[in-house]
């Protein structure tokens, strides 16, 4: 097995994607590398699907609790600063391939304290969950029960959108705070009165009833952005609770009841679990319990735009056991989600789920998540037990693995994600290329399957600058430049190819698409045609360069 050295300068060449980038039938597991810290370690830890480590960044510190790879491939993830809450962190760091620090964020003062999870736009900015202190004066005064607070702090939620601007620096560009929308029934000599039932948009600061354990009120686990409807979902634990509020506000809209998309400010547009929480239901009606990572499953998967939601299951009616649960959000063109009849938002039930065939087989009282696979697979982590595992969407496993690290003993992971290695298509068939053309020689070095340095672009000049790939096909070459033109970076699979010049080589990921079909997927059979561009800097990187074509068939 090659070193974690050796492995280096290839795997980021291998273009690490949360995107889809191949098909892959649904009765075996997807191949990916699984992203995941231990709650124990300091350690973060890439694995294959052998549960080899391909790669890990050692740290200083505990997680708080997520982590991330980014369309870079460096590394994004909270670290535990300060706090004994469960969940509590603090910091967020990004990380290169090679260890480099280049962020280390601290939310972490006597007022506000980032926990559980972040949240990567598409503008670079990253959303933070995180408390708010508030006195239990302030928590009266908003009509909370006094015989519900425990100590002098009362402890909100809030979100903040930070925007890096130095090596250690954030600048909050945005806020939303559940303090801003609250209703109560309690006291109507105090702020908030109002009948509960009436405003499902609002956040009674009474529920759940009885203390919160360290003033942690809400207890939000998870966030998630839909940039299709510039909205975030929250995961709140201790309602057992999903929400749903507009992200297209400014701030000052967010603390109000309107403007934004939507119209309504920062109130909640949608909730989800358990409709007690605003008076619309009794215990019967609850679906979720306790729940973790709350997500919208990804473009070009199967179920793109539902929520999938780790329920993790304590106090569930029919015993404690956990759950994956798919929800068919209601929304509308205009990105919002209207009551049924009843006053409570639908689905009446998830559209799918994954339930253990003996359900105490599968439980995970706390921590934990699932993610959905561009093949239809789920990975689920089952975080009390350090356990991930793979189903297909009948429920088959097709794939586990149990966390070793730091120890048997200490092997607890909140959750896990995995990346697709989209280097090439994995069934290219045996044959020579064909090679016409002018401004480099290309070549291509696979047989049946395709490694990070199959595809090799040979240049004479001393340096080459970011290449781009046009891809045609299939059996045609088109216009360079025409509808099969992409450039580096950002789409739904990558080609790896190796560039060779006087220097030595360099490796880059470039982009690959079939921009013909929704699924993004090549047909067997057909033959495709590849040109690469590269930017002479002789000419100051002004001048593109063509290389010769290459003829590739893919296998039926």
């Known amino acids: 097995m090659q070193s974690l050295s050796s492995l280096a300068p290839i795997l980021p060449a291998l273009a690490l994607s949360a995107s889809p980038c191949l098909a892959q039938g649904s009765g075996a597991p997807f191949e990916g590398l699984t992203l995941y810290q231990p709650l124990d370690s300091t350690t973060t830890y890439l694995i294959d699907n052998d ?38 962190g603090g910091g967020v760091q990004e990380v290169t391939w090679d260890g480099t620090l280049v962020w280390d964020f601290r939310y972490a003062d006597q007022q506000h304290l980032h926990h559980h999870d972040i949240e990567r736009l598409p503008n670079g900015n990253v959303l933070l969950v995180a408390w708010e202190n508030k006195t239990a004066a302030e928590a009266i005064d908003e009509g909370r029960n006094p015989a519900w607070i425990q ?5 909100p939620d809030h979100v903040v ?12 560009v945005w806020e939303w705070h559940a303090w801003d929308h609250l209703v ?22 009474n529920f759940p009833p009885g203390i919160a354990t360290q003033g942690d009120w809400l207890h939000v686990n998870a966030v998630d952005y839909n940039a299709q409807l510039d909205q975030i979902v929250l995961s709140s634990h201790n309602t057992d609770e999903v929400y749903i509020i507009d992200h297209s506000t400014t701030t000052a809209e967010a603390a109000g009841h309107s403007g934004g998309n939507s119209g309504m400010g920062g109130d909640l547009l949608y909730r989800w679990g358990n409709p007690r929480a605003y008076d619309a239901g009794t215990i019967a009606d609850q679906q979720l319990f306790g729940q973790h990572d709350a997500q919208w499953i990804e473009e070009g998967r199967p179920g793109a735009g539902n929520l999938l939601v780790f329920n993790n299951g304590p106090d569930r009616p029919g015993g404690p056991y956990s759950s994956v649960d798919e929800l068919e959000t209601p929304v509308d063109a205009a990105g919002s989600y209207p009551l049924n009849a009843g006053g409570t938002f639908d689905p009446p039930a998830p559209s799918w ?90 070549s291509y070095e696979g047989t049946t399957s395709v490694t990070a340095n199959d595809l090799v672009l040979e240049v004479s000049a001393a340096a080459v600058g970011m290449p781009g790939i046009f891809y045609f ?84």
């Not at 100590?151 to 402890?155: C, E, L, S, T, V």
């Not at 959108?161 to 909050?172: K, L, S, Y």
């Open 51 to 88: 549960g080899a480590v391909v790669h890990s960044w050692p740290g200083t510190h505990e997680p708080g609790n997520s982590v991330y790879l980014l369309e870079n491939d460096h590394l994004l993830r909270t670290i535990h600063v300060q706090g004994n809450i469960g969940g509590s």
């Open 151 to 155: 100590g002098p702090i009362f402890r």
């Open 161 to 172: 959108e930070v925007q890096p601007t130095g090596p250690t620096e954030g600048a909050i």
């Open 184 to 205: 109560q029934d309690f006291d109507p000599t105090k702020n908030n009165y109002g009948v509960v039932a009436d405003h499902p948009e609002l956040l009674d600061i």
């Open 353 to 442: 789920s994954y339930v253990a065939q003996d359900p105490s087989d599968f439980y995970s009282g706390f921590i934990s998540g699932a993610q959905r696979q561009p093949n239809g697979n789920t990975l689920v982590c089952s975080g009390a037990q350090g356990w991930f595992f793979e189903v297909t969407d009948g429920g088959a496993l097709v794939w586990e693995y149990t966390n070793p690290y730091p120890n048997p003993g200490q092997n607890r992971v909140f959750r896990a994600q995995r990346y697709a290695t989209c280097v090439a298509p994995a069934a290219y068939c045996s044959t020579a290329p064909n090679s016409s053309g002018s401004g480099a020689t290309m």
């Open 473 to 556: 096909g299939p059996d045609q070459i088109q216009v360079p430049f025409g509808d099969g033109f992409r450039c580096v970076g950002g789409s739904v699979g990558r080609l790896s190819v190796v560039v060779t010049d006087a220097s030595g080589g360099a490796s880059f990921a470039l982009d690959f698409t079939d921009p013909r079909q929704a699924s993004n997927v090549i047909a067997g059979g057909e033959t495709w045609n590849f040109q690469f561009w590269f930017r002479d800097p002789a000419f100051g990187g002004a001048t593109f360069n063509l290389s010769d074509a290459l003829e590739v068939p893919f296998c039926e």
